[in-house]
T-cell receptor
Framework: QKEVEQNSGPLSVPEGAIASLNCTYS??????FFWYRQYSGKSPELIMS????GDKEDGRFTAQLNKASQYVSLLIRDSQPSDSATYLC?????????FGGGTRLMVKP | KAGVTQTPRYLIKTRGQQVTLSCSPI?????VSWYQQTPGQGLQFLFE???????NKGNFPGRFSGRQFSNSRSEMNVSTLELGDSALYLC??????????????FGPGTRLTVL
């Protein structure tokens, strides 16, 4: 059973701080990794994808991948109250995308 | 480019009934995946269709079925509804092959309530 694990949270950070979200996965042959943001009552929205070891930056978001440790993370700099949402980590192996349970992030003004 | 569309957006059914949900993928996308999302179980994979063929299937009973048409539109059907089928049903479309680096984009979902 391929697994993707996330701390359910909530992770509470003050406005302007860096939020760090983590995810581990069990299948070593996984190839592609994604972060989705889901606001309450809405569908998941793709915010980052990463395929190679290292960091990938997009605006205030940085995704980090370490395949040897089977670990992927998402950093959100200068966190805003509008970033309050559930963040889902997704791992693709072949054609299959497996989601973690999500981490609920709360950014307090 | 239009996003993934799902109809209907909301549905109320009673136990024992059946329901059909529809999904239109992003233009040019040929892979369509379906997920069930509940507060307790999170996002669970139902099945994936590519070129009118079911390519992958999750661990759901046979009451859950789907199909894909030649224009890549997809439908999923749930027969003999149970209270536990109440959930948000999400459709996601993916690029030409659906594999590798092809990203999945979600539709708004269909909220199904079974009474």
């Amino acid at each position: 059973q391929k697994e993707v694990e996330q701390n359910s949270g909530p992770l509470s950070v003050p406005e302007g701080a860096i939020a760090s979200l983590n995810c581990t996965y069990s299948d070593r042959v996984s190839q592609s990794f994604f972060w989705y943001r889901q606001y309450s009552g809405k569908s998941p929205e793709l915010i980052m994808s990463i395929y190679s070891n290292g960091d990938k930056e997009d605006g205030r978001f940085t995704a980090q991948l370490n395949k040897a440790s089977q670990y992927v993370s998402l950093l959100i700099r200068d966190s805003q109250p509008s970033d309050s949402a559930t963040y889902l980590c997704a791992v693709k192996t072949g054609n299959m995308l497996t989601f973690g349970g999500g981490t609920r992030l709360m950014v307090k003004p | 480019k239009a996003g993934v569309t799902q109809t209907p957006r909301y549905l109320i059914k009673t136990r024992g009934q059946q329901v059909t949900l529809s999904c239109s993928p992003i233009s040019g996308h040929r892979s369509v995946s379906w997920y069930q999302q509940t507060p307790g179980q999170g996002l669970q994979f139902l099945f994936e269709y590519f070129s009118e063929t079911q390519r992958n299937k999750g661990n759901f009973p046979g009451r859950f079925s789907g199909r894909q048409f030649s224009n890549s539109r997809s439908e999923m059907n749930v027969s003999t509804l149970e209270l536990g089928d109440s959930a948000l049903y999400l459709c996601a479309s993916s690029g030409k092959s659906g594999g590798g680096r092809n990203e999945q984009f979600f539709g708004p979902g269909t909220r199904l309530t079974v009474l």
